[in-house]
Every structure is written in structure tokens, then in C-alpha cells.
């Protein structure tokens, strides 16, 4: 049996394999009106496609806890009823295809209005249904991104509640996993970076109170999320700056805090807060930070990143280098990976009756 193939269970949700979709925004809601941020057709074939092939775990995309909490106008959202109706159009296909359905929660921070990719991604205004971001600190991404407002200690407290209440949105749509986003230069993690962290109060200066903002997330979540499923948070394990950034041991020590507050799995990504640095990608380039979380923790972890061969998940699973692996890209281009990869390995996936003369 393919170690990628066999079951994986945290609380009381089993996973069919360890193969996973990472949340990867489609920019394809509605940007105004009742149908703002509301899922359509496109998200319904783009997520039940990589179900019907075979993947055990789709983690929706980033989606927004607040319509300011969005990347762009195009997002996806979930602070309201008619998101969460249109969602479980998804979660109902993916749960009939035997896949869990999991989605993230985010706020953008001072990465928010935005334009869509293949528009070339800039800043938009009101012009375009933008909006102002806001962010720790009066301090902007790069030269192209606005100076955002920096958040008050009453405005921190509602974004808390605001991820609250979209897990509550969440259970009702039928996910059951949810995962925080605190990665890719997004609002959490720019909490808990002194690279976009310069706040002097109880959220900024010390590790303690820029990891504070990120904890007071995880609590107000799991208070309202049920003890038997699932909490995933989404890291940037390292910012690739020389120094003045998040590193890899405070990762390690921001895991075991997480654990301690009810995390049940570590996604474990770099980069994002930081413009102008240099990445080093190739093949499985993330996975040893996803490594050395598990080998100095226990906590779970799943790796990503340039991870698109079945030896290659295969050998990192085997490894005990992760528990899962989450394929993005290769998922895009090959929405049946998984049941590709189970021919390849011997390992056994669920495949629909429909396509039953294709195996």
C-alpha cells in the first residue's frame, strides 16, 4: 500500500489520502452587488473536478472573514448567508465524492484591493470596487501598494470576531476542516512580523505581542468550532530576509503555541511579506521547513511547494518529512493527479462510477 494513499485521521475526520489541494484563489466571485463574493459556476466545476479525481482534501481558497478582509474585489467571501448557501452546493459534491471539504479564512491586511492577476494585480480604488486596506501598521507592501490605516485595538478585536463568526458561517456550509491564514504577507502574518509589525502596544515589539493578534484568531475559532473537527493554520515559515524577519525558529515556536491553543495541523509555506527578495524555488524547496516542525514538534504539518511527481510525495510522506502534501499548480493542470498517481504507486483511490472505463 502507497503510504500517499492511506487514511489520515485528525479528531474525528478521516481523510481518504494525503493527497491535498491548498487554498488557491480563483478571483471570479462577483465584485458588487447581492452575488458579491459569492461562489458561482466556475467555482463549483473547478473544485467538484478535483474532487472527482480523486483528491482526499480541497481547501477553498482564501476567503474573506469581512468584504475589506478580501485580496480583491473578485474573492471569495463568507460574512453573509447567501455565501454560505452557495457554498454548500460545493461541499455537498465534495462530500459525495468522498473528498473532506475544508476551507480557509483570511484577511489580507494591507495586500487587500487588488486587481486580478492576469489584469496585472495593482492596487485598485473605489473606481474599480477597492478599497483602502488596513494592516498593524501605517506601512505599505511595496511602492505600488497604498500606506493602509493602522488598525486600532477595538478594530483588532472586531477582525477577531469576524473569523469567529465566518467558522460559525463555515460549520453551516458543511466544511469540516477550517484553516486560518497566516501566511504570504497577509494580515496575521504581518502581525507577526517586525518586518510590517511596528506597533509599540500589547500587538507589536516583543515575540509574545506580535504573536498575540494570531492566538486571540485560534482561540476565537476554536471556541465556536466543533471539538471533533479539524483546525488548520497556514504559516510562512521563513520571509527569506537576511534578518529584521520571521524566521524559521520562531515557526517551530509559534507551532508548539498553536497546538497548545487547539491547532491540529501546521501548513507550512514561505514568503509573501516581504517585496523584493529573493526565493530560492526548485523542486520540494519548502519541505524541509514542514520537516523540521515535525521532527522538533508534534505537530502535525503538510508540505508544499514545487511538488508535482508521485515518487516525490510518495518519498516525503515515507520520510516522515510530512504528514500530507498539498499540490497546487500541478493540480490546476491535472485536476486527476491523485488518481494518476494511485496507478503509478499501487496505491487505491475512489473513482467515480461515470469514469469507471477509464481506469
Same mark, same amino acid.
Given at each position: ?185 497577509? $494580515?496575521?502574518? +504581518?502581525? *507577526?512580523?517586525?518586518? #510590517?509589525?511596528? /506597533?509599540?502596544? &500589547?500587538?507589536?515589539?516583543?515575540? %509574545?505581542? @506580535? ?115 498539498? $499540490?497546487?499548480? +500541478?493540480? *490546476?493542470?491535472?485536476? #486527476?493527479?491523485? /488518481?494518476?498517481? &494511485?496507478?503509478?504507486?499501487?496505491? %487505491?483511490? @475512489? ?9
Amino acid at each position: 500500500m502507497s503510504a500517499l494513499f492511506e487514511p489520515y485521521t485528525l479528531r474525528d475526520v478521516t481523510i481518504p489520502n494525503r493527497v491535498w489541494m491548498p487554498p488557491m484563489c480563483q478571483y471570479s466571485a462577483a465584485p458588487e452587488g447581492p452575488e458579491t463574493g459569492v461562489p458561482g459556476d466556475w467555482h463549483f466545476a473547478h473544485y467538484a473536478a478535483r474532487a472527482a479525481g480523486g483528491t482526499g482534501l480541497i481547501i477553498v481558497e482564501a476567503t474573506g472573514v469581512s468584504p475589506e478582509g478580501r485580496i480583491s474585489p473578485q474573492d471569495l467571501g463568507i460574512w453573509n448567508d447567501r455565501q454560505v448557501e452557495a457554498f454548500r452546493r460545493i461541499t455537498r459534491f465534495l462530500v459525495s465524492q468522498g473528498t473532506v471539504p475544508a476551507i480557509q479564512l483570511a484577511h489580507a491586511g494591507r495586500k487587500a484591493s487588488t486587481g486580478q492577476p492576469w489584469k496585472g494585480g495593482a492596487p485598485v480604488g473605489p473606481e474599480a470596487y477597492g478599497w483602502r486596506p488596513v494592516a498593524p501598521s501605517a506601512v505599505a507592501f511595496d511602492e505600488r501598494h497604498p500606506v493602509p490605516s493602522e488598525l486600532t485595538v477595538a478594530q483588532i478585536q472586531e477582525v477577531v470576531g469576524q473569523f469567529a463568526d465566518a467558522a460559525r458561517r463555515a460549520l453551516a456550509a458543511g466544511f469540516e476542516i477550517v484553516e486560518i491564514h497566516g501566511a504570504h504577507g497577509y $494580515l496575521i502574518n +504581518e502581525f *507577526l512580523s517586525p518586518h #510590517s509589525n511596528h /506597533r509599540t502596544d &500589547a500587538y507589536g515589539g516583543s515575540y %509574545e505581542n @506580535r504573536t498575540r493578534f494570531a492566538l486571540e484568531v485560534v482561540d476565537a475559532v476554536r471556541e465556536v468550532w466543533p471539538d471533533d473537527k479539524p483546525l488548520f493554520f497556514r504559516i510562512s515559515a521563513t520571509e527569506w530576509l537576511e534578518e529584521g524577519g520571521w524566521t524559521a525558529d520562531d515557526t517551530v515556536r509559534l507551532a508548539r503555541g498553536l497546538q497548545a491553543h487547539g491547532v491540529d495541523l501546521l501548513d507550512v509555506s514561505t514568503g509573501g511579506n516581504a517585496s523584493g527578495v529573493h526565493i530560492p524555488t526548485g523542486p520540494c524547496y519548502q519541505v524541509p521547513f514542514a520537516a523540521r516542525v515535525k521532527a522538533e514538534t508534534s505537530l502535525p504539518v503538510a508540505a508544499v511547494g514545487l511538488i508535482t511527481e508521485p515518487e516525490q510525495a510518495e518519498k516525503i510522506i515515507t520520510n516522515g518529512e510530512a504528514d500530507a502534501v498539498l $499540490l497546487g499548480r +500541478e493540480l *490546476l493542470r491535472n485536476p #486527476s493527479w491523485a /488518481r494518476h498517481a &494511485a496507478r503509478e504507486l499501487g496505491g %487505491e483511490v @475512489r473513482v467515480p462510477e461515470q469514469y469507471h472505463r477509464s481506469v
